[in-house]
C-alpha cells in the first residue's frame, strides 16, 4: 500500500484544519477490505470499474489488495490503470469504439472486449484471436436505480447471433450483462444467467466466460447489501442454467467497491430564514449524482467542535455554493434542527460517482482527497 493514512478520522481533520472547501475522506482500510471481501466471496474473477473512482490512490490500493482486473472505458483509462499496474487485465468494456481508440486498445493488449452490434465486432478484427470478446445482453429488468439496457446491450436473438459470429471469427467468446447500477437484487442476477445459458444454446456456442457486471449496492444508500447472498445466488443460477457447461465468472463492481471508502464532508455556508440551507458543495460537485438518483440517507451533522448535532429533524431545501439556480438538491432533506452555519455535513458512502462527476464550475468543485484510518 503506497499511502499511509494521515488522519485517524475525518472529524480529526476537520477540528484541525476546519476546512472551508468540501473534501472527501478515503479509507485505504474501508476499500482494501470491500476488495477482499469480493475476492474471498465471489466465485470468479473481480475486476473494478474504474469510472465509478479513477483516483491513483483508490487503484492503487485495489492492487494492494491482490485486484489485477480492471473494467476500462477508455484509453485515459486503461493508461490509468496501466500506471499503478503495468500488467493488470484490461477488460474493455465500452461497446462503442472509434478506430483511434481501438489503436490504443490493441497497443495495449486488452484482455476483453464487449460488444453489442456486428458493426463493432467487425472493427476489432486486428486484435490478436486470443482477445475475448463478450456479447453484452440486455434484458428489460426492475430493480436498479437506472436501466443500462436503454444505451447497450441486445435481446436474447440478436445475442445468440452476435455470439455465432464471435466464434466463428476465432475469438473467445463470452457473455455479459449489467443488472444495473444499485441493483441489490439477487433475482436480477438470476433472470440474466437463466437467459445468458439460452443464448449460448441457440447460439450452439460454448462460452469461456460469464460476466455479471456491476450493481450489488442498494438504492440510494451507496453501500453494499447482502453480497454474500447475491454471490451464492450467482453461483447456483449458473450451476443450474448452464450444467456442465458452466463458464468461468467476472463480476465488475464500481460502486459497490468503492462507496463505502470515501466520506464526503461539506460545510453550511448559510442557513436562511425561510429553511434552506447553503452548502459548499452541489450538484455540479461531488453531489452531482443526486440530481439522477436522489439524495441518499446516509448522512450526519456536527458542529465546528466536532460534536454531532442530535435536535429533531427538519426538512430543509439544500442548495450548493454556485450561483446557478439549478445547483439544488432534487428533495429537502432531514436535517438534525439545531444545525447552524459553520457547521460540516458528512455524507457516507460517498465514493463512486463523487469525485470522478464533479466540475470545477463557478470556482467549486472537489479537489485531492484526504486518507484517513478509519472514516466513523
Ligand atoms: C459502470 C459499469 C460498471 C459498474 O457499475 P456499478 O453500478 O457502479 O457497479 C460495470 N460494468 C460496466 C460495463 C459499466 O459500464
Not at 77 to 86: P, T
Amino acid at each position: 500500500m503506497r499511502e499511509t493514512p494521515n488522519w485517524a478520522t475525518p472529524t480529526a481533520h476537520i477540528l484541525r484544519n476546519r476546512p472551508d472547501t468540501a473534501q472527501l475522506y478515503f479509507s485505504p482500510a474501508a476499500l482494501q477490505g470491500m476488495a477482499r471481501r469480493f475476492q474471498d466471496g465471489f466465485d470468479g474473477l473481480v475486476t473494478y470499474a474504474v469510472k465509478a473512482n479513477p483516483g491513483e490512490e483508490v487503484l492503487a490500493n485495489l492492487v494492494a489488495a491482490g485486484i489485477r482486473a480492471f473494467d476500462v472505458a477508455s484509453p485515459r483509462e486503461m493508461l490509468a490503470v496501466r500506471a499503478v499496474c503495468g500488467d493488470a487485465a484490461l477488460h474493455y468494456n465500452n461497446p462503442v469504439r472509434s478506430p483511434e481508440e481501438i489503436a490504443v486498445a490493441r497497443r495495449l493488449g486488452v484482455a476483453s472486449c464487449s460488444v453489442d452490434c456486428p458493426r463493432e465486432l467487425d472493427k476489432l478484427e486486428a486484435l490478436p484471436k486470443t482477445t475475448e470478446i463478450s456479447v453484452r445482453l440486455a434484458l428489460p429488468v426492475a430493480g436498479a436505480a437506472y436501466d443500462f439496457g436503454e444505451k447497450f446491450g441486445l435481446d436474447p436473438e440478436r445475442a445468440a447471433a452476435l455470439l455465432r459470429k464471435v466464434a466463428a471469427r476465432g475469438f473467445v467468446p463470452a457473455i455479459t450483462f449489467h443488472p444495473g447500477t444499485q441493483c441489490a437484487d439477487p433475482a436480477a442476477w438470476g433472470a440474466y444467467i437463466a437467459a445468458a445459458a439460452k443464448v449460448a444454446r441457440a447460439a450452439d456456442v460454448q462460452i469461456a466466460r460469464l460476466n455479471v457486471g456491476g450493481g450489488f449496492a442498494s438504492h440510494r444508500s451507496g453501500a453494499a447489501p447482502d453480497l454474500e447472498a447475491i454471490f451464492a445466488h450467482i453461483r447456483a443460477e449458473t450451476e443450474r442454467c448452464f450444467g456442465a457447461q458452466a463458464p468461468k465468472l467476472v463480476c465488475e463492481p464500481g460502486r459497490a467497491m468503492v462507496a463505502d471508502a470515501l466520506t464526503l464532508a461539506t460545510r453550511v455556508k448559510a442557513l436562511r430564514d425561510g429553511g434552506a440551507v447553503f452548502l459548499n458543495d452541489g450538484i455540479y460537485g461531488g453531489l452531482m449524482e443526486m440530481r439522477d438518483i436522489g439524495v441518499p440517507g446516509r448522512l450526519r451533522v456536527i458542529d465546528p467542535q466536532g460534536r454531532a448535532r442530535t435536535a429533531d429533524p427538519v426538512s430543509r431545501v439544500i442548495f450548493g455554493p454556485t450561483c446557478d439556480s439549478l445547483d439544488r438538491l432534487p428533495a429537502p432533506v432531514p436535517l438534525p434542527g439545531d444545525i447552524a452555519e459553520g457547521d460540516y455535513v458528512l455524507f457516507d458512502s460517498m465514493g463512486a460517482y463523487s469525485r470522478s462527476l464533479t466540475t470545477q464550475f463557478n470556482g467549486y468543485g472537489l479537489e485531492d482527497m484526504v486518507t484517513v484510518a478509519d472514516l466513523v
